[in-house]
């Protein structure tokens, strides 16, 4: 069993940066893809981006590419999200997901382990 646990949402200005951690317990975090997603109010969960459990792949989605970094660190059992230049499209309720064996890394249901979300909220 993987427990997981955002942290490091909040409300920022259009251009302003966030971090996201992602809190997991359970001894083989470190042998698990991890992904981060997200939600808007009546949108479905969209892909963000997902990291290998080595650190050494990442991939994201073509709306962050360049504005955000993922990344990790498997002694502190944490997963990271680092957003840039955010957006106001960007508000959403953003989750972090692990699974034993991720198959489609930008598919939700790829994912069995998730988080209970951090609001992040971007004004104009």
């Known amino acids: 069993q993987v427990q997981l646990v955002e942290s490091g949402g909040g409300l920022v200005q259009a251009g302003g940066s966030l971090r996201l951690s992602c809190a997991a317990s359970?001894?083989?975090?470190?042998?698990?893809?991890m992904g981060w997603f997200r939600q808007a109010p009546g949108k479905e969960r969209e892909f963000v981006a997902a990291?290998?459990?080595?650190?050494?792949?990442?991939s994201y989605a073509n709306s962050v590419k360049g504005r955000f970094t993922i990344s990790r660190d498997n002694a502190k059992n944490t997963v990271y999200l680092q957003m840039n230049s955010l957006k106001p499209e960007a508000t959403s309720v953003y989750y972090c997901?692990?699974?034993?064996?991720?198959?489609?890394?930008?598919?939700?249901?790829?994912?069995?382990?998730w988080g209970q979300g951090t609001q992040v909220t971007v004004s104009s």
């Open positions: 990291i290998a459990w080595s650190g050494d792949t990442t």
């Open positions: 359970g001894r083989t975090f470190s042998s698990y893809t």
């Open positions: 997901a692990t699974a034993p064996v991720v198959r489609s890394w930008s598919v939700a249901r790829s994912y069995s382990y």
